[in-house]
């Protein structure tokens, strides 16, 4: 290989990591804070992180949805939520009016997961015919992102809400693991990018905790990647002279 090349290139990995931290891993990075004892201060926390590292958004519960979205305003940082939390045993009138709610505050990003019980029950139209009412709700308002949780859905009943996530038109599938102890690893991520094909996001969430980590993900196919450590994440990289 000429010499040139070669120092052209680790001169662009050098600039890449000389803010300490990685920027390009940075930009997939959904900043998640849904929990039950969040407070303001630590929503501004979590903002003025996102802005320092350029993340992809904040993820936040709906209560503070108007807060973020003030304080991100022109900073290029999105704000994400979720409706039907954690569950999705809400009436789909409820989620659609949630969903609305958030896009009325500010949100450019929403997380739903599907109804377990009904997955367990195979009602699959019936789930089918949900997604289809919320997507013709929020269709050009905000990017929707089906949830598929690894710790409560089988192997055969994860494959077959993708597929109807991807059928509906659903902009990505976020892969979580809400009880599973192991969270998502690079190998989900390769499975499911095979269920769904190459052109729809795929968002990991759970148990990602280390750069290391993170990087395997989005090498395996990974979209983004949703983690509340999102800080130590991109700044634990190593470089060795």
């Known amino acids: 290989m000429d010499i040139s090349v070669i120092e052209r290139v ?3 990995v050098v600039q890449e990591f000389s803010e300490g931290f990685d920027k390009k891993l940075a930009a997939k990075m959904e900043h998640s804070m849904i929990r039950p004892d ?3 201060a630590m929503v501004k926390q979590f903002c003025e992180e996102a802005i320092k590292y350029g993340f992809r958004n904040v993820s936040l519960p709906p209560c503070f949805v108007d807060m973020a979205a003030s304080f991100l305003r022109e900073t290029g940082v999105r704000v994400s939520t979720a409706v039907g939390f954690p569950m999705g045993i809400s009436t789909t009138r409820i989620k659609i009016a949630e969903a609305l709610d958030a896009i009325q505050n500010g949100a450019a990003e929403i997380d739903l997961p599907v109804n377990i019980g009904m997955v367990k029950a195979k009602e699959y139209k019936s789930i089918k015919a949900e997604l289809d009412e919320i997507l013709a709700a929020v269709k050009g308002k905000a990017v929707l992102k ?13 494959i077959k809400v993708a597929t109807i996530a991807k059928l509906a038109g659903a ?3 976020k892969i979580a693991a809400t009880t599973r102890p192991k969270g998502i690893n690079a190998e ?17 969430d759970g148990g990602i905790k280390d750069y290391k980590s993170a990087i395997s993900v989005i090498e395996a196919g990974g979209t983004t990647i949703g983690a509340s450590g999102s800080v130590k994440i991109v700044t634990g990289f190593v470089i060795t002279n």
């Not at 089906?146 to 994860?158: F, M, P, R, T």
């Not at 989900?188 to 990991?204: I, N, P, T, W, Y």
């Open 10 to 12: 680790a001169k662009e």
């Open 38 to 40: 969040a407070t303001p």
């Open 146 to 158: 089906v949830v598929v949780d690894l710790g409560a859905l089988n192997e055969e009943e994860s």
């Open 171 to 173: 902009d990505f599938l």
């Open 188 to 204: 989900d991520m390769a499975f499911f990018r095979q269920v769904v094909g190459q052109e729809m996001g795929l968002k990991a």
